[in-house]
């Protein structure tokens, strides 16, 4: 009878290790595929803008002898030095303007009460399921009418390119998120040191909450980094326009030089490479804490 209920544990414990491993590996081959579709067109525009052109329009698989005079060539051409300016400014300008403007709403909705609090903080969340393109004749006519009765204007100009950017709906949720977590007794102890919100916020609340503020600086250098659309409609002039619209200006004039729009398109993206690779334990950490998990 031992032996029989023996043999039965070990059927059924060998039966629960094979599920488990047949679980892992099907995760394994899901995860596997994930990272071919996203990292091989990233290799092939590394290893193609490397490459010269005989070797880019032969299809060839890896350079033969690495071309790096392919980016200055490139960097030069499509005048990256104008554009990258602006994109650093207008970055620099947008992501501060996060900063301040979205942990100020995500402390109120995560520690105040005012009315209609959570009727406005569903409203801000709905308009996540928005379509860009549905704000962009709005926030144009906005900018376009503040630009005719402010000093200075609007229409090709950094505010166009910035102002409209400085609420992200996202990123006021994660912080609120991550405010709504912090322990009450620590408001408690502010207010018996007589500290108010604003004294509670700057030496309490964001010294603790580097990780969800590196995650917003991430989401916004990225929003702000990559825009071409709206650039596009808020300014008519190279003057301002930001390092995608050179890009995409270098696309057409390098014709069929793939190696160069190739090289073009790493130098395009490589600052936001450099951004992540130095926060990613930040980032990866503001994530599990505000609870934006798959």
């Not at 081959?29 to 490397?50: E, H, R």
């Given at each position: 009878?031992?032996?029989?209920?023996?043999?039965?544990?070990?059927?059924?414990?060998?039966?629960?290790?094979?599920?488990?491993?047949?679980?892992?590996?099907?995760?394994?081959?899901?995860?596997?595929?994930?990272?071919?579709?996203?990292?091989?067109?990233?290799?092939?525009?590394?290893?193609?803008?490397?490459?010269?052109?005989?070797?880019?329009?032969?299809?060839?698989?890896?350079?033969?002898?690495?071309?790096?005079?392919?980016?200055?060539?490139?960097?030069?051409?499509?005048?990256?030095?104008?554009?990258?300016?602006?994109?650093?400014?207008?970055?620099?300008?947008?992501?501060?303007?996060?900063?301040?403007?979205?942990?100020?709403?995500?402390?109120?909705?995560?520690?105040?009460?005012?009315?209609?609090?959570?009727?406005?903080?569903?409203?801000?969340?709905?308009?996540?399921?928005?379509?860009?393109?549905?704000?962009?004749?709005?926030?144009?006519?906005?900018?376009?009418?503040?630009?005719?009765?402010?000093?200075?204007?609007?229409?090709?100009?950094?505010?166009?390119?910035?102002?409209?950017?400085?609420?992200?709906?996202?990123?006021?949720?994660?912080?609120?998120?991550?405010?709504?977590?912090?322990?009450?007794?620590?408001?408690?102890?502010?207010q018996i040191d007589g500290a108010g919100h604003v004294r509670y916020l700057l030496q309490v609340v964001l010294p603790i909450s580097r990780a969800p503020l590196?995650?917003?600086?991430?989401?916004?250098?990225?929003?702000?980094?990559?825009?071409?659309?709206?650039?596009?409609?808020?300014?008519?002039?190279?003057?301002?326009?930001?390092?995608?619209?050179?890009?995409?200006?270098?696309?057409?004039?390098?014709?069929?030089?793939?190696?160069?729009?190739?090289?073009g398109s790493v130098i395009t993206i490589l600052p936001i490479l450099i951004l992540y690779f130095v926060t990613q334990k930040q980032f990866t950490e503001g994530i599990a804490y505000t609870g934006l998990k798959g």
């Open positions: 009878m031992a032996s029989n209920v023996s043999a039965t544990y070990r059927a059924t414990a060998s039966s629960k290790s094979r599920g488990i491993d047949i679980g892992r590996v099907l995760t394994y081959v899901i995860l596997l595929a994930g990272v071919v579709v996203v990292v091989v067109p990233f290799l092939w525009m590394v290893s193609t803008s490397l490459m010269t052109l005989g070797e880019a329009t032969g299809r060839a698989i890896l350079p033969r002898a690495p071309q790096w005079d392919n980016y200055v060539q490139a960097w030069e051409d499509a005048k990256f030095s104008e554009y990258f300016v602006n994109s650093v400014i207008v970055t620099a300008i947008t992501v501060g303007g996060q900063l301040v403007f979205c942990t100020l709403a995500a402390y109120a909705f995560a520690r105040m009460e005012f009315p209609a609090k959570n009727l406005l903080f569903t409203l801000l969340l709905s308009t996540l399921m928005l379509p860009d393109a549905l704000r962009w004749i709005p926030n144009f006519i906005t900018v376009t009418w503040l630009g005719r009765i402010g000093p200075i204007a609007w229409v090709n100009n950094w505010p166009a390119l910035t102002v409209p950017f400085m609420a992200s709906a996202i990123s006021i949720f994660l912080l609120r998120q991550f405010f709504a977590q912090i322990p009450h007794e620590l408001w408690d102890s502010a590196m995650t917003i600086v991430i989401f916004g250098f990225i929003g702000a980094w990559n825009a071409l659309a709206w650039p596009m409609l808020v300014t008519n002039t190279p003057e301002w326009r930001p390092i995608s619209a050179g890009l995409m200006a270098f696309l057409d004039e390098a014709g069929a030089h793939f190696h160069l729009q190739m090289a």
